[in-house]
């Protein structure tokens, strides 16, 4: 079964820096790749996604990178803001999964400090 | 947060009782799921629904049922409730979930189940 892993850790980055957070899985590629949100008390908000032929993708101060060699993704937010505080899911599908296809990480906590 | 609204938002009950949540949208999407999320294991799925009166086992389906009997409406049910249970449950939705399909989930924003 596919295993994703995100950094446990809390992730603290000074206010107006690049936070940076990992994702990365074993076994098969996946289709595409998911980045989600998710405040404290509330469900999970989709962010991006990016599929298994794109290197990256961006939106607004948030870029998405795809590494299909490594069996890696990067998630960065460019000028961190203090509101940019919460944990960040990663999410694959696997080729031909489906409606039950999606797996998610256990989530990243980053912390924008002022 | 589109149109999902999760009944209730808390619950406290007692081991062996049956526990019904339930999860009503606005959408109309085809796609319904019920996730568990716990520390140190993320976001689970327990069952979803690709239709009305379709519906199949996830990841983590043992000691739960599930039912969907219009679009709108999918309820989660505990038959009867352990403590393993305890969790915070999320129902999802998308519109669009097929073998090629990109379509994000949609969620709600839960239920914190506690069982005593």
């Known amino acids: 079964s596919q295993k994703i892993e995100q950094n446990s850790e809390a992730l603290n980055i000074q206010e107006g820096k690049t936070a940076t957070l990992t994702c990365n899985y074993t076994n098969y590629s996946p289709a595409y790749l998911q980045w989600y949100r998710q405040d404290p008390g509330r469900g999970p908000v989709f962010l991006l996604l990016i599929r298994e032929n794109e290197k990256e993708k961006r939106k607004e101060r948030l870029k998405v990178t795809f590494d299909t060699t490594l069996k890696q993704s990067l998630f960065h937010i460019t000028a961190s803001q203090p509101a940019d505080s919460a944990t960040y899911l990663c999410a694959l599908e696997i080729p031909g999964g489906g409606a039950d296809g999606l797996t998610f990480g256990k989530g990243t906590h980053l912390i924008i400090q002022p | 947060d589109a149109g999902i609204t999760q009944s209730p938002r808390h619950k406290v009950t007692e081991t062996g009782t049956p526990v019904t949540l339930r999860c009503h949208q606005t959408?109309?999407?085809?796609?319904m799921y019920w996730y568990r999320q716990d520390p140190g294991h993320g976001l689970r799925l327990i069952h979803y629904?690709?239709?009305?009166?379709?519906?199949d086992k996830g990841e983590v389906s043992d000691g739960y049922s599930v039912s969907r009997s219009k679009t709108e409406d999918f309820l989660l049910t505990l038959e009867s409730a352990t403590s393993s249970q305890t969790s915070v449950y999320f129902c999802?939705?998308?519109?669009?979930?097929?073998?090629?399909?990109?379509?994000?989930?949609?969620f709600g924003n839960g239920t914190r189940l506690t069982v005593t």
């Open positions: 629904s690709y239709g009305v009166k379709d519906t």
């Open positions: 959408e109309n999407h085809r796609y």
């Open positions: 999802a939705i998308s519109d669009d979930r097929g073998p090629i399909s990109n379509s994000p989930l949609h």
